[in-house]
């Protein structure tokens, strides 16, 4: 297998960062971003929510109630971004440590909050793909 260079991995994991985090915008397309995130994972990967009470989920648990909140009708001009961010890159694993931000209104009230979050990549002969993502959101 020919290996990427690292500048070209960094650029491949930056997609996928920014394709993770915008599959959370409320709005047209949101169905087909959400579908479009099951493809950024490995089979079996993990996700795990720190705030609050400590919860792993599977991607299908993950995306599901999201998807559901999302279109449910009480949380609406929801976005989430990364705000700063870098990656390290050895061999075929990766990591990408970043802060977010999030906003929307949640009942009408308007809301915003912040937080980071790490997600851990590894290459497959897809390309990379994403093997576990934490987060935290700031208290």
């Not at 720190?50 to 599977?58: A, F, I, K, Q, R």
């Not at 050895?90 to 209104?105: E, F, N, R, T, V």
């Not at 937080?115 to 959101?137: E, H, N, P, Y």
Request: charged share 20%; aromatic share 10%.
């Amino acid at each position: 297998m020919t290996m990427p260079s690292e500048d070209g991995d960094r650029a491949e994991i930056a997609a996928l960062v920014s394709t993770f985090f915008a599959a959370f915008t409320a709005g047209p397309g949101l169905a087909e971003r959400m579908d479009g995130l099951r493809s950024l994972f490995v089979p079996g990967a993990v996700i795990v929510k720190t705030c609050g009470e400590l919860t792993v989920y599977g991607v299908d648990e993950f995306i599901a109630p999201r998807l559901a909140l999302l279109t449910g009708g009480s949380l609406n001009d929801f976005s989430e971004w990364e705000t700063e961010g870098h990656s390290e890159v050895w061999g075929d694993i990766a990591q990408h440590w970043c802060s977010y931000a999030k906003k929307g209104l949640q009942d009408g009230v308007p809301f915003t909050g912040s937080g980071m979050k790490t997600l851990q990549f590894v290459r497959t002969s897809d390309g990379w793909r994403i093997a576990s993502a934490a987060w935290d959101d700031a208290r």
